[in-house]
């Protein structure tokens, strides 16, 4: 009897074991995982920030990030939507304002405001960006602005400034043209759009509902409000300089060998473009052209955020280390993009990398003197009209009616709102 009393309770020892080892193994390997689009160097620059945080913050709360590259932006996007309702969802996925139009319809995706994170030291501009009306849909990580990027040392042996207005830019480009270099090269898309337009006359949409954040977007406004067209107007004129290189891809490589004086591109190749210059040339940058005088509103923020799918404890430690001053500070330095903590502006080793490095200051002014109610937008088949409009743009270029132009790509954007809501 006593050995029967004896087996028993070695038994319950052993199975109180079996689950505290079960609850300590648990506890000792969280996992949150990371579908991510950082790509080039920036891959290892968020990589050194993962390791940091496992072997630091995650080692003391038995956390473990795993991050995994996905390909780009959209590529993640592709693959989130693919993943919805099989269970294989990641934790957190960087993707970028692409997104929002299907993350907002999404019944997997945990909003800012349910994970309970305060957002209160983060960018206006960012916030407002990735807000719609079901709360904040994702935590700004990769901000970045679209920036005017110029050869200084040619600019400066002509005596020639970077452009303000689009008129300048024109004679600009044409003062720094040759045959062998053009002065201007590239083609914008929906991201440069974003800002040519929402800038005009204060602050202005592509679409309605604010761009589509405060409810779907139902209607188009750069036709019938003249944006696009006065864009497009002053756009022709650049290009009649005969000076500018209408090239829709590898316009960095061009502007990194010295063959084209200047090249809209985001602040988030900032370090790269630097690191890649070719012939010894300084690299300028500048805020990005007004379409005209009353454009005042300044630069619609682009990069990315981070999208959470799963809502705990883990998830939501993650997310603020992410997104906490002095890893913001870190992964600007060595990328480019806007820290989106403004805490980080403040911080001493942040001021004097800005002191060393004055070109990163120039995104970061940008968007904290823009107008906090532009937003990047949410549309549909969002990359398909990003190649809409730069096949539009080359129409205009190669002679096409402007206005006929405008009806075409109205037509183009609402058919896609219209596909959208009848699906959805």
Not at 147 to 172: I, Q
Not at 283 to 308: H, N, R, Y
Request: hydrophobic share 45%.
């Amino acid at each position: 009897m006593a050995n029967k009393r004896f087996i028993a309770f070695a038994l319950v020892v052993v199975a109180m074991a079996s689950v505290f080892a079960a609850g300590t193994a648990e506890k000792a390997n969280r996992t949150v995982t990371i579908w991510h689009s950082a790509q080039g160097s920036n891959t290892a620059a968020f990589e050194e920030i993962i390791d940091d945080f496992n072997s630091t913050i995650g080692k003391e709360n038995g956390i473990v990030v795993e991050a995994i590259y996905q390909g780009k932006a959209n590529d993640v996007l592709t693959k989130v939507n693919a993943a919805s309702g099989t269970g294989t969802l990641p934790d957190i996925a960087m993707m970028d304002a692409t997104a929002a139009t299907d993350m907002n319809h999404s019944e997997h995706l945990v909003t800012v405001n349910e994970l309970g994170i305060d957002t209160s030291d983060i960018l206006e501009c960012g916030i407002s960006s990735y807000t719609s009306e079901k709360g904040l849909l994702a935590l700004p990580f990769n901000a970045s602005a679209l920036l005017y990027y110029y050869n200084r040392t040619l600019y400066d042996s002509l005596g020639v400034e970077p452009p303000r207005t689009l008129d300048e830019m024109a004679e600009v480009v044409s003062r720094t043209g040759t045959a062998e270099i053009s002065g201007f090269a590239g083609v914008p898309a929906t991201f440069e759009l974003s800002t040519f337009i929402g800038a005009q006359k204060g602050c202005s949409y592509m679409l309605n509902n604010r761009n589509g954040h405060d409810g779907a977007a139902t209607e188009v406004l750069f036709g019938k409000e003249g944006t696009f067209k006065a864009f497009l107007e002053k756009w022709k004129a650049i290009y009649d300089t005969g000076r500018y290189n209408a090239i829709s891809s590898g316009v960095t490589a061009e502007f990194t060998a010295g063959r084209t004086a200047a090249m809209l591109a985001s602040s988030s190749n900032l370090a790269s473009v630097i690191a890649n210059v070719a012939g010894g040339f300084e690299v300028g940058v500048a805020k990005v052209p007004m379409v005209d005088e009353q454009a005042t509103g300044g630069t619609v923020i682009s990069g990315g955020a981070l999208f959470a799918f799963r809502n705990d404890d883990e998830v939501r430690m993650v997310l603020e280390y992410l997104v906490s001053a002095d890893v913001q500070a870190k992964w600007s330095e060595q990328t480019g993009y806007v820290p989106v903590n403004t805490k980080a502006y403040s911080t001493d080793a942040y001021r004097s990398f800005l002191e060393r490095n004055p070109l990163y200051r120039v995104a970061m002014d940008s968007l904290l003197d823009s107008d906090a109610g532009l937003a990047n937008v949410w549309v549909p088949s969002a990359y398909s009209i990003y190649y809409s409009f730069q096949s539009t743009i080359v129409d205009v270029l190669n002679g096409k009616d402007i206005d006929t132009a405008v009806d075409e790509m109205v037509a183009i954007v609402d058919g896609a709102i219209a596909a959208y809501a009848s699906q959805n």
